[in-house]
């Protein structure tokens, strides 16, 4: 929007964060590209109070554009700007409403996506749409580069919209709600590796779940992180799922027997306190053994 030449008043984030072991303080992106173009820079704790209502006020913003905050807004602050409030979505609405749009796309196994501009309202991701793109999924990119692209996609649609709006040739269309689907915040749960699962679905959850809540399973008396697999095309098993194959003739490779009987091969394992190693290696290190099962962890 900058560089389309609008008038910015001021940029409202979220407040610097601690992340990664080390737990050091980091901002949020947005606030370092703002340092970056000088803009006027507010990171007030919460925007439920008055405090905030009058930092709002005094910016006196025509229209707020939202990427990524993470909080719903409140009422008074939807209605303030005479254009209301415009906010990217990473989803083809009302499919996959919530904070994680992106990763449960690419774990559900869909062949497409994309991002939309919506009219902010009081709902979590109700509000009318103004315009989508789509994109397909890679049935093996991961979860990173799909965003990546949804973000240049984004950019884009967001700067469509803005001059939409403002020259009054674009309007919201509401959503059809009786096919929303919903998109809920990843837990460490979701990253406990189920092995009755179809392979594709394992291998689907593995690149849409890392790096958080990453996928894991537990292995003799490890709990072990999988970081990158693929599903071998035509080979299947009959024996019960999470039972490792190791190849030992030709090129060595480790797999696992997934509830459908496919092979999901590991291509990237992390032991814990170690760095990441390929399945041949992993198999090496620990002897592994055909007929060893991977178990459920916690």
Known sequence: MFDSGYSIPGVVTQPDKPAGRGQTVH????????????????????????????????????LLVVVAYGKLLPPWLLTLPRYGAVNLHASLLPLYRGAAPIQWAMANGDAETGVCSMKLDEGLD????????????DPDETVQQLSERLS??????????VEGILSNSLRPVPQDSARA??????????????????????????????????????????????????????????????????????????AVVCGDGALLELLEIQVPNRKPQTGSDFVNGFRVVTGEKFHHAE
């Open 181 to 254: 689907t919903y998109a809920p915040i990843l837990t460490k749960r979701d990253g406990a590796i189920d092995w009755n699962l179809p392979g594709r679905t394992i291998h689907n959850r593995v690149r849409a779940f890392h790096p958080w809540p990453g996928s894991r399973t537990a292995f003799r008396d490890l709990q072990v992180r999988v970081l990158k697999t693929r599903v071998r095309p035509e080979e299947t098993s009959a024996a019960p799922p999470g039972t490792l194959v190791s190849a030992n003739v030709g090129q060595r490779y480790l």
């Open 126 to 137: 109700t509000g009318p749409v103004y315009a989508c793109e789509k994109t397909v999924i």
């Open 152 to 161: 240049v996609l984004g950019c884009g649609l967001i700067r469509r919209t």
């Open 27 to 62: 901002p949020p992106p947005v606030k370092s590209r703002a340092i970056d173009l000088n803009l006027p820079i507010h990171q007030p704790a919460t925007l439920k109070n008055e405090e905030a209502r009058r930092l709002v006020e005094q910016l006196a913003p025509d």
